[in-house]
């Protein structure tokens, strides 16, 4: 029996540190959670564990299969890496090597999976993909204000904050290790307020719960800013010392006032009231969600909250806090090193986003599609548009492990490694400063491989150079340089499976920040260049009530599993569950377990109702990853972009319910949800 250290691979806060049992047949038999982590503490989630039973799985997909004739076939490694290099010299000699696109995300946080960009600059350019589905409207607002997202280690606000502010963020749900750090400074007597439009699982300890409209969390920031203000409660010294802007940022948010942002955001005169006292009366930690920069004002709501925290002073003090990423993090590696994009090739650049779109229309058209770690047909806004743009590509090669939804559209499946078959660094800055480290488990299932492998194995047979030919041991030793020279040592991080990273416990402790003033910047020249109001501005999006669709559908992550995993244990018969108030139930007549339809100006689902108190009542929730028959919650989404980094605005979308039984003439496509548009 031996025990190997790997780690947990999915895009999530915590980034679990993993201890996996091999018997003497090198056979993977258990795993746990690496109790020598001073965070994770040995606990993994429910999705952690069923790690183990994907790799496991019967299901997966073990060797190169080929469609012919609309069926699959297995072929030889040999013979579909001669037959993929073939059609990407068609491609390069037809239209160029722009018509030649990799579309990835992050399915796997494994850090080596960036090396394949290495295939694609050897090959003299290609069409690659911006943005994200996830948090990037977040992150360039945290740049502009602070120069970079930073945030307390969650031991300093265990220690030190007064008050915490967890706004927008199902906490159990997505990042389940902070809860006991909140327990521990509940238990010193810190308050808590949660700020959400749905239920969360912290509601129970909260002090007090805020619940605005979607979308309006920016105003009512600055709201509390302003009565911070008009009331003389504001951190002069700090915002003498540390800020710029200011004279122009009072002037600005004097138009928010309480009243407004009572009729806007659906609050109480005592909620702005209490979130004033809080603020002002630090350290006051806030711990913000992405769920809540998912719409077109998006980035102007996180700088909206960013001002909150530096005016009262809350920023680089131990206890407080704007903590969106931990981006501090992402400075060990040598990202040129790991990608060669410093290698200066033609590169296209496609919005995560819009991707489908762009496919669409591109000239020169895409000919040729990689897809690596992601469900793109699951994952990307507007499903039904993403398999248009799919079907409209000539040739389509999937880097998978199970047989998608994705799956279904493509050309070719090359089968990838688990977590467990492969070497590598799971690099995650979203939160706390430790580095995991995924040693190899087990050899690879039947003729699996890891992507660079078979990025490596592509490039030998185009005969394209040997920028691939190294070994990931020697890469990560390369690409950690950073790290190393500020003191860490990644063979103490392969050794123990972890360590903590030379970072600061407290975000931005000395005050000192990477702006152009070096200084917060609440007036952003830089955000005035990009076309942005310099200032956060979060009130354009239209509030009023659409009459066709009245309520906002909120398409959370799952609890079960990552949207880009393909489900394993679900049952194909159970129908997408969509949360609603119980005044939204007795409205459209419906109970617990009725069907009803969730229609957009997109797609439609036939949906099983489930109500639920603690929610707005112009809300309605549909979890994200679930698949049932074809469809999945990006049927209703649509490919709407947030106001900064090319993010993703699919919390904009308006719906409506329609009781079944209101529904005539429904075909037998219709019985179970398609797309409108
Ligand atoms: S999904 Fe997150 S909490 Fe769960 S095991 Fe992985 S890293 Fe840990």
Redesign the pocket.
């Known amino acids: 029996m031996k025990f190997v250290k790997t780690a947990?691979p999915?895009d999530?806060?915590?980034?679990?540190s993993i201890v996996a049992e091999v018997d003497s047949n090198e056979t993977l038999v258990r795993i746990e959670g690496n109790d020598r982590h001073p965070i994770?503490e040995g606990r993994?989630?429910g999705?952690?564990y069923k790690l183990l039973d994907r790799y496991r799985s019967d299901r997966r997909i073990l060797w190169p299969m080929k469609k012919v004739d609309g069926k699959w076939q297995r072929i030889t490694w040999e013979e579909v890496l001669k037959e993929i290099a073939n059609e990407v010299q068609l491609a390069i000699r037809t239209y160029g090597p722009l018509s030649i696109m990799h579309t990835y995300d992050y399915g796997s946080s494994g850090i080596l999976k960036l090396a394949t960009d290495r295939f694609f600059r050897m090959l003299g350019g290609f069409t690659d993909v911006t943005g994200s589905l996830c948090w990037a409207a977040g992150i360039t607002a945290q740049e502009y204000d602070f120069g970079q997202a930073q945030s307390n280690d969650p031991e300093d606000i265990a220690q030190h904050a007064k008050h915490i502010v967890v706004w927008g963020r199902n906490v159990s749900v997505t990042n389940?290790?902070m809860v006991k750090y909140i327990r521990q400074a509940k238990k010193r007597g810190a308050t808590l307020v949660v700020i959400n439009p749905l239920k969360t699982d912290l509601d129970a300890s909260a002090d007090l719960i805020i619940r605005p409209k979607p979308g309006t969390d920016g105003i009512l920031a600055l709201a509390v800013c302003n009565e911070l203000i008009s009331n003389g409660r504001y951190d002069q010294s700090f915002v003498n010392q540390y800020t710029v802007g200011f004279d122009k940022f009072k002037d600005h948010v004097a138009a928010y006032d309480v009243t407004r942002a009572m009729d806007l955001c659906g609050i109480t005169k005592n909620e702005v009231a209490y979130l004033t006292n809080i603020y002002a009366d630090g350290p006051t930690s806030t711990l913000l969600g992405i769920g809540m920069q998912r719409y077109r004002n998006g980035g102007n709501t996180i700088r909206a909250i960013d001002a909150l925290g530096a005016i009262s002073g809350n920023i680089g003090m131990a206890g407080g806090g704007v903590n969106y990423a931990q981006r501090e993090v992402a400075d060990m590696v040598d990202w040129d090193h790991l990608t060669q994009r410093d290698k200066t090739v033609p590169v296209r650049e496609f919005s995560r986003v819009t991707q489908a779109r762009e496919i669409l229309d591109a000239d020169p058209p895409i000919d040729v599609l990689f897809i690596s770690r992601t469900n793109l047909v699951a994952q990307v806004p507007n499903a039904s548009l993403t398999r248009q743009a799919l079907q409209k590509v000539r040739v389509k090669i999937l880097l998978e492990s199970f047989m998608t939804q994705t799956a279904d559209e493509v050309d070719y499946i090359l089968p990838a490694t688990t977590f467990f078959e492969e070497e590598d660094v799971m690099l995650i800055s979203m939160w706390s400063s430790y580095l995991a480290y995924a040693n190899q488990v087990v050899p690879p299932s039947g003729e699996a491989r890891p992507d660079w492998m078979i990025f490596r194995d592509l490039a030998r047979e185009l005969q394209l150079g040997d920028e691939l030919e190294i070994s990931p041991e020697q890469l990560i030793k390369e690409i950690f340089e950073p790290l190393h020279k500020k003191g860490g040592s990644i063979a103490t991080c392969k050794s123990e499976g972890f360590i903590r990273l030379p970072i600061h416990s407290v975000a931005y402790h000395n005050k000192v920040f990477a702006t152009s003033s070096g200084k917060i910047e609440l007036y952003s020249e830089r955000a005035k260049q990009d076309g942005h109001s310099p200032m956060a501005e979060p009130d354009f999006l239209q509030f009023e009530n659409d009459r066709n669709f009245p309520y906002k559908l909120l398409t959370v992550h799952p609890r079960k599993q990552e949207n880009s995993q393909f489900p394993l244990d679900q049952d194909p018969l159970q129908y997408p569950i969509v949360e609603i108030a119980p005044q939204l139930a007795k409205k459209h007549g419906v109970s617990e377990l009725d069907k009803i339809w969730v229609e957009t100006e997109v797609g439609r689902l036939r949906c099983e109702v489930k109500v639920v108190n603690e929610m707005r009542a112009d809300v309605v929730k549909i979890e994200q990853g679930f698949t049932f028959g074809m469809l999945n919650v990006n049927l209703l989404t649509e490919t709407i972009s947030s106001d900064f980094g090319r993010g993703s605005a699919q919390y904009d979308m308006n719906c409506r319910l329609v009781n079944e039984k209101e529904k005539q003439g429904m075909n037998d496509k219709e019985k179970v949800g398609d797309a409108i548009k």
């Open positions: 947990c999915m999530c806060y915590d980034s679990c994770t993994l989630c999705k952690g389940m290790h």
